[in-house]
């Protein structure tokens, strides 16, 4: 699977532990930033790696901030852009399965590194179920 990826500067430190996490699964990572860890604003990554998995570039992505929230509300701004805030595996997995997010946040002061591992990996091995939710999609579609 073809992942972007993307933090502010609080979430530079998890960023790559993550990255290294999902090559050790197979995957191939692009990381859109930051690059150090000077101060910097969450609306800019979150809007680079909505738009590259909106193009179709990636199949989903993957943002980092202090909580998650701030970078998530910024790339559900681009058009197509399910993103969703986790801090716990079990929404991470209905996300996908009931909601077909294609963006996962969450926060580097709110999860540990193990803790985002598992959140990253319930994630990834959903799938989404279809059915009577893939009518909701449609409405999100049309909002």
């Known amino acids: 699977m073809k992942l972007a990826i993307g933090s502010d500067h609080v979430g530079f430190e998890l960023k790559p532990v993550i990255i290294e996490y999902l090559e050790e699964l197979g995957h191939e990572v692009t990381d859109f930033g930051p690059y150090s860890s000077e101060r910097t604003d969450y609306p800019i990554y979150g809007k680079k790696v909505a738009e590259e998995v909106a193009a179709g570039n990636f199949d989903c992505g993957i943002l980092i901030c202090g909580t998650g929230v701030g970078i998530s509300i910024s790339a559900n701004k681009v058009k197509s852009i399910r993103a969703v805030v986790c801090s716990e595996p079990y929404?991470?997995?209905l996300s996908k399965e009931h909601n077909n997010t294609?963006?996962?946040?969450?926060?580097?002061?709110?999860?540990?590194?193990?803790?985002?591992?598992?959140?990253?990996?319930e994630w990834l091995d959903a799938k989404f179920e279809g059915g009577r939710h893939s009518k909701r999609i449609?409405?999100?579609?049309?909002i």
């Open 138 to 142: 449609e409405m999100l579609n049309r």
């Open 91 to 93: 929404s991470a997995r």
């Open 102 to 121: 294609n963006i996962l946040a969450f926060g580097s002061r709110v999860v540990g590194s193990e803790l985002a591992k598992m959140i990253v990996k």
